[in-house]
């Protein structure tokens, strides 16, 4: 019984700082607004912040790869990877922009939406993933000052990243290495 009551408490735990770390990222970011009817949770998007994180992604792969020893030390075939996540999260980003329209704000609950915004999201995670991996593997060959450009950029990103998640209810428990503006304006994205 003993186990059971200690899963209890570590789920209750987890739930507590899931909602902790959600209701904080969602109410600094003033990207959504969330609202609670009965059961049923509805989130609003700020379609303007949905293509900026989108553009980041984009940006922070162009700021990476046109670092010269990074791509050299990376290796073409490396390169070829991250630039075709590149290009998914660029169509990813054109189909949400296609979905949203004109719209100032979409509700996260509608399906197309919804499916568009992930998509959005998986295609950060990837690039992240893929730069993350690329600069670890160039970093015994890429001097310092040269290596630092292309992790200020990886952590802004990565930052985009969390708050993204963070926007959606997906909660990561590492903490964002910059606020939201500072990764928007180091990967070149304004609001």
């Keep these: 019984m003993a186990d059971l009551n200690s899963f209890a408490v570590r789920q209750t735990r987890r739930g507590f700082l899931k909602g902790a770390l959600a209701g904080t990222a ?3 970011l003033g990207a959504c607004t969330v609202t ?4 049923v949770t509805t989130i609003t998007l700020n379609v303007a912040r949905v293509k900026a994180y989108g553009q980041a992604g984009i940006n922070a792969v162009a700021t990476v790869l046109s670092i010269a020893a ?8 490396a390169v070829a990877v991250i630039e075709t996540a590149s290009v998914a999260l660029s169509a990813a980003l054109t189909s949400f922009s296609s979905a949203a329209g004109s719209s100032v704000a979409v509700s996260y609950d509608d399906t197309t939406i919804k499916s568009a915004v992930n998509s959005v999201l998986a295609d950060l995670q990837t690039i992240a993933s893929d730069l993350s ?22 952590s ?16 990561s428990l590492s903490t964002p ?3 939201e503006s500072q990764a928007l304006r ?6």
Excluded: H, Y
Aim: proline share 2%; aromatic share 2%.
């Design 156 to 171: 802004a990103l990565k930052t985009i990243v969390s708050v993204f998640e963070g926007l959606l209810g997906v909660v």
């Design 36 to 39: 609670k009817s009965g059961n």
């Design 133 to 154: 991996s690329a600069i670890a593997g160039a970093s015994s060959t890429v001097s310092r000052s040269v290596l630092s450009d292309a992790n200020t950029a990886l």
């Design 186 to 191: 180091i990967l070149r994205v304004s609001l």
């Design 70 to 77: 990074v791509a050299s030390a990376i290796g073409a075939p």
């Design 177 to 179: 290495a910059m606020t």
């Design 26 to 28: 969602l109410g600094a």
